[in-house]
């Protein structure tokens, strides 16, 4: 099982961002996905899933509105477009695939930097 | 929401002692369809992503050392390391799962 993401860099506030994460070595079709971030130094916060065909979206509260979550599984693939960024939006994001809502397989993460 | 308090923060236990660390939910995650505890544990070391330890409250993932077991119910679980290694340093987290938003206790720095 491999999750890698990429699109992670450095953007001033209210900027823009789309993050993506490649799976192998598992049938992605079958897998809820979510988003999970960690700024730095801090603990684990879950951001943003998605069902396994897309039908159902859920966010956390500080996100809605501004990320949107999105899957492409003819290409095993993941996405959060991230929008109007903030200085508190700024963390490692993961990619994190789920039997269901159990987070077995993680991503090495991307990071995110919101600054002037 | 659901709020995940862990306890202690940070935890020093000799090797090859026992470690405990506490976990509270501000209410059950206990899922009526499922009859399950939907409680997991995650283990998380300086550089890497977090690594699956325990689901469903006690179903250890597959590859887990048999020193790690997961108990409780309602709203009161514990992870559990037996017979500590030096390998187990490391952050500890709870997580619930049974609704969105999904959220994860503050976390538990292990030391030995």
């Known amino acids: 099982v491999q999750l890698v993401e990429s699109g992670g860099d450095l953007v001033q506030p209210g900027g823009s961002l789309r993050l993506s994460c490649v799976a192998s070595g598992f049938t992605f079709s079958t897998y809820w996905m979510n988003w999970v971030r960690q700024a730095p130094g801090k603990g684990l916060e879950w951001v943003a899933n998605i069902k396994q065909d897309g039908s159902v979206k859920y966010y956390m509260d500080s996100v809605k509105g501004r990320f949107t979550i999105s899957r492409d599984n003819g290409k095993s693939s993941l996405y959060l477009q991230m929008n109007s960024l903030r200085a508190e939006d700024t963390a490692v994001y993961y990619c994190?695939?789920?039997?269901?809502?159990?987070?077995?397989?993680w991503g090495q993460g991307t990071l995110v930097t919101v600054s002037s | 929401d659901i709020v995940m308090t862990q306890s202690p923060d940070s935890l020093a236990v000799s090797l090859g002692e026992r470690a405990t660390i506490n976990c509270k939910s501000s209410q059950s995650v206990l899922s009526s369809s499922a009859n399950k505890n939907y409680l997991a544990w995650f283990q998380q070391k300086p550089g890497q992503p977090p690594k699956l330890l325990i689901y469903d409250t006690s179903t250890r993932e597959s590859g887990v050392p048999d020193r790690f077991s997961g108990s409780g119910s309602g709203t009161d679980f514990t992870l559990t390391i037996s017979s500590l290694q030096a390998e187990d340093v490391a952050l500890y987290y709870c997580?619930?799962?049974?609704?969105?938003?999904?959220?994860f206790g503050q976390g538990t720095r292990l030391e030995i």
């Open positions: 997580q619930q799962y049974l609704g969105a938003p999904i959220t």
């Open positions: 994190v695939g789920g039997r269901g809502w159990v987070f077995d397989a």
